[in-house]
């Protein structure tokens, strides 16, 4: 664990560690004597600034102020020979090499110097233009070494990418860099979480030999401002520690203020920094941020112990290598430190999804603890682990302990911030540097690792890591001379011994990563989930199963068949067939035997047909007597299908005993292979159908695989289709109307309108037949909105003759839900027939939820602002999911019918009845019954708090000219 950032700087006072970074560094007005600077107005494009050091490389030029509001094209010139000399172009974020040189290199002086070429690097800074030059020229052995690392470049970057691992990226970077730069020693310097750095890999030329490498530099040695300016240039080099630097001339630019150097080469550095340097014994120094997520994660130092002054200066060519250098380090140490942390963040998360699937699969969340405690605590390095969730209470490890479990808990929790609902993670890793932060329960404790939720009350759990002792070497005792400076100011002079210090640190832990309180806040939220699955685990095991399977037959509902075929043939495994399967002439039983009896042959049926299945095939209940089968075959074809289809002919036809009576029956199937018939579910079932329809017309009891062919036999099914078209226009729609009753008054309390169609040759059609054909056709929101039209027309004519002030009920299919004008036109029809809005109420199914929860929701609720009420239909049938029922504004559910049908047969289903009506209850809605067809049906709805029912019961759906007619018999029988 790296140190506080008092541990080693104590002794130097906060005044003046403030003081230190307030020096304004790249303030300093100096410039390096190897080049010179000339600083240019952009208004005027005259120079205004120059450095005094100008007058050793130009020729003649006696004094640097002579330069000072000469327009620049005098002193300089493009290489092209043009007159443009474009300085609004440049950068203020970096430098840029200009094609301009001089005008003394075309002068012919005979005092003129060797170095008659120059480099010009240039960028803005706000009205300013700071141009920099450097001699070009230089060693001839140099330039070679350097073009043989241009041309070995490609290997050089390999080198790099082969290291595995950070350790021994950082050693192979500092071979690299010092092999490229030529400096005399090269080091990765690395700043820790306290401010305090350590030298993390270093290499020398093989006259020198390693002195840093694993030593550590207090904070002070760079200060705030420094770090920042790091930020901001990242190649900063100093050709020579014992030059002379060369000031500025004016001191100050025209508007008053100082030049700005952050991005400047020859920026010259202050003389606490060059002390420092000397006093390591160095002479040249080129210094490479490295930055990581925006963030100065350390520097790339090399030193060199002769000066780097012409013609051995660092020259662009180098410069840009050692930047590319600087930014493939940058990279690959920010690569190699996220996959160290995502290897981490991979081992807890693994290992957490481990430990989730033993609690889901035992639930005892203690055992599982105790179970786990040998793979959890290693994980996370910890010596014991905690947790407090409602009454669960647990402390477990081998820490040593002081109290009991709960006054553990309860020291520990007293760090918690009650105030803050969101998930927190607290860290400490320093608890036994001082007794107030020690725990008294936990004495051994040195590191502690906190998570906590919000969860109807606050809960917990905790890690603790034990104490471990290091050893760190210091560069250096970090005792520093402190110096008075004219100004009134003090200063602190640099270091100047650098022979190795060693100190234990105690009282720390190994320091806590993210990725620990990450895994930790992880671990909570498992325990929590579980802890809430624990209280109501059957009924969700219940709903689950129901949501995905078929509650008579247990097999696959449509839903999850459809669901599993289309992940399949997203997938594109179509090594498969698709088979519907229909009970021929199963109206008959259930009309003449009953409902029961005919779920008794549907169970048996089911049975029959799984005992032919393979492991890999899937069988489900679409609804009635209609099944769907998924064969996997590795060689598709019809007459491998067609074999399989006689295997299921054969399980059928032996009689089915239910009840003492025989029977005897077929089915019919019809076939559809991927992907030539289909490469979608609702392809493949439109094709297996129609051959199903195909295999019942010509006689039943028999197989067809679709044919292309076949697709012409669909002209009945569009005439149809056409004919629903024309059905609203020509009048053929109806509305029929069946009463909900009261059950505690024996009062009818309310109607639900259903459409019929009318058809002239076809006769009267139910919404079964019509409305899944207007639905694929998208001709259900015109069929939707002459329903609505109709039913509150209707309901106006009813209450303007004095006769059922009764509210009524209408379906609406999820296309109108999701209509944008569905409440405009409500309201419109009910402001035009002048019925209030509390006279309607919409019903919605589960299916449109389901597909469209936000849209819905926002519907029922903007419905429901106008004053009309909402019910769900048909609950129970699709997912029936209670997060999902907490979500919509409903004031009304609806039990299917399937339900009151098999309450009193079926003990599930009563069960299940019984669970949906307390739900309703606790949800404050109005409970209706669907489908009550029989006097104890209504009493046992009426003895467990169900107090409306629908049903045949009651009445069939009747005509409007009825309605009034059957409400006054239906309340007088009841009453009876």
Known sequence: MSMSPGAHDHTIPAELENTCALEAIHLLGTVQSYGFVMVVDLASRCIVQVSTGIVKHWPGLQDAAALISRPLSDCVAAVDGSDALDIDALSAAHLVALPWRPRFEQADLPEQPAALHWECLGHRWGQFAVLEWLPANGNGDEQRRQNQIFAGFGEVIARLRRAEGLDAFFRACVKVIQEVSAFDRVMIYRFMPDGCGEVVAEHTSKEYQQKYLGLRFPASDIPSQARTLYLTNKLRLLADVEAPMDGLVPPRLPTGELLDQSHCILRGLSDVHLVYLRNMGVRATMTLSIVCDGKLWGLIACHHHQPRTPPYQIRENMRQIAELLAEIANMRIEALSHLETVRHRLTLDHLLNQFHQALLQDGDITNELELWLPELLPAFDASSLGVQIGTLAFIGGPARRQGATHQILDEVGARLDLQDPRPQVFIWDDLLTSRKRSLLYLPDAAGLLLAQRHDEDIIFCFLTREEVVQQVRWGGEPVKDVVALPNGRIRLEPRRSFAVWQQSVKGHSDPW???????????????????????????????????????????????????????????????????????????????????????????????????????????????????????????????????????????????????????????????????????????????????????????????????????????????????LDEAVERNQLSLVFQPKVDLISRKVVGLEALVRWNHPTRGQNSPSAFIPI?????????????????????????????????????????????????????????DEYKVPASALEIEVTESCFMRQLDETQSVLRALNETGIST??????????????????????????????????????????????????????????????????????????????????????????????????????????
């Open 513 to 723: 990563l993210q990725a620990d309180g990450e895994a930790l806040q992880n671990l909570l939220r498992i325990l929590s989930e579980v802890n809430k699955l624990q209280v109501n685990r059957k009924m969700q095991e219940t709903l689950h199963w129901r949501a995905h399977h078929d509650h008579l037959t247990g097999l696959y509902n449509r839903r999850a068949m459809e669901d599993e075929v289309a992940r399949r043939l997203d997938d594109g495994q179509y090594n498969t067939a698709l088979m519907l399967l229909d009970l021929d002439h199963f109206k008959k039983i259930n009309d003449t035997y009953g409902h029961e009896t005919g779920d008794l042959v549907l169970q048996q049926l089911s049975l029959r047909l799984k005992a032919v299945m393979r492991e890999n095939d899937l069988l489900a209940r679409l609804g009635g007597d209609e099944f769907m089968l998924l064969l996997q075959i590795p060689h598709p074809s019809a007459a491998t299908a067609l074999t399989f289809a006689e295997r299921l002919h054969g399980a059928v036809s032996g009689p089915f005993d239910i009840k003492g009576q025989q029977f005897r029956l077929g089915i019919s199937v019809g076939i559809a292979i991927p992907p030539g018939h289909g490469r979608t579910v609702s392809e493949l079932l439109r094709h297996a159908d129609l051959t199903l329809y195909q295999a019942k017309s010509l006689g039943r009891c028999r197989s067809i695989v679709f044919e292309l062919a076949m697709a012409a036999d669909q002209r009945e099914y569009y005439l149809l289709e056409r004919d």
């Open 774 to 830: 207007a639905e694929h056709s998208d001709q259900i929101i015109r069929i939707d909105r002459w329903v609505m039209r109709s039913a509150i027309a209707e309901l106006a004519r009813l209450r303007s003759q004095g006769l059922a002030r009764l509210p009524i009920a209408i379906n609406l299919s999820i296309a109108d839900i999701l209509s944008p004008n569905l409440v405009a036109y409500l309201t419109e029809l009910l």
């Open 871 to 976: 019910a769900l239909d048909d609950f129970g049938t699709g997912f029936s999911s209670l997060s999902y029922l907490r979500q919509l504004p409903l004031q009304c559910l609806k039990i299917d019918q399937s339900f009151t049908r098999s309450m009193l047969q079926d003990a599930n289903a009563e069960k299940l009845t019984q669970a949906i009506v307390a739900m309703g209850i606790a949800l404050r809605m109005t409970i209706v019954a669907e489908g009550v067809e029989t006097r104890e049906q209504m009493n046992w709805l009426l003895a467990h708090g169900c107090h409306i029912g629908q049903g045949y019961y009651f009445s069939p759906p009747v005509p409007a000219q009825d309605v009034q007619q059957v409400i006054e018999r239906l309340e007088i029988r009841l009453s009876a």
